[in-house]
């Protein structure tokens, strides 16, 4: 049982629009900044979003990222075939004075 | 760029201690960030398991903290992660990472290490 909470899949077709969501609690998403991260098929993760909504450099601006209270979302637009991935949120929870991760999403383009 | 390489054995047998190691090139570990551990089970999520600040702090997943240590050696820009009394469940893909201070995003991962705990 992950301390984020995100959906186990989303599908959708190519050239759409798709969102994730994650849900935490006051003292990890409430309280501290959400971070996104992509992990390819056999591949190690990589940042894709952080501080909420900052993209790191080389990161298609298709990805956006939000938060508001105790949730946070990643959203893609444009979807391709080359965004199929587990996609992760994660906050620093201030309770378990670690970082904590969502369980993780798989997307599928159709 | 910062480049992690993780290093040690693929198989531990249960009850042991399972040893790792990162080689950090490209930036010095005692300049700044926090240093630190992810594992993957096969087929499921991620787990943060601790990082170490130079000189400063430590943190751990209170989950693992009784059997874990992650330490650092300078001189050779290097840190470590050693799991004791470890058992099937501890098998999993080990990443080290770099992590951002204050907002703990994990900026670079290593590529990753497949430890297998089985007798």
């Known amino acids: 049982q992950s301390v984020l909470t995100q959906p186990p899949s989303v599908s959708e077709a190519p050239r759409q629009r798709v969102t994730i969501s994650c849900f935490g609690s006051s003292s990890n998403i409430g309280n501290n900044v959400v971070n996104w991260y992509q992990q390819l098929p056999g591949k190690a993760p990589k940042l894709l979003i952080y501080?909420?909504?900052l993209l790191p450099s080389g990161v298609s601006d298709r990805f956006s990222g939000s938060k508001s209270g105790t949730s946070a979302s990643l959203a893609i637009s444009g979807l391709q075939s080359e965004d199929e991935a587990d996609y992760y949120c994660?906050?620093?929870?201030?309770?378990?004075?670690?970082?904590?991760f969502g369980g993780g999403t798989k997307l599928t383009v159709l | 760029q910062v480049q992690l390489q993780e290093s040690g054995p693929g198989l531990v047998k249960p009850s042991e201690t399972l040893s790792l190691t990162c080689a950090v090139s490209?930036?010095?570990?005692?300049?700044?960030?926090?240093w630190g551990w992810i594992r993957q089970p096969p087929g499921k999520g991620l787990e943060w398991i601790g990082s170490?600040?130079?000189?400063?702090?430590?943190y751990y997943n209170p989950s693992l903290k009784s059997r874990v240590t992650i330490s650092e050696d300078t001189s050779k820009n290097q840190f470590s992660l050693k799991l004791n009394s470890v058992t099937a469940a501890d098998t999993a893909v080990y990443y080290c990472a770099m992590e951002m201070a204050t907002i703990h995003c994990i900026d670079t991962w290593g590529q990753g290490t497949l430890v297998t705990v089985s007798s």
């Open positions: 490209g930036y010095s570990i005692s300049s700044g960030f926090f």
């Open positions: 170490l600040y130079h000189n400063e702090t430590t």
């Open positions: 994660a906050a620093w929870d201030d309770r378990l004075n670690g970082v904590v």
């Open positions: 501080y909420d909504d």
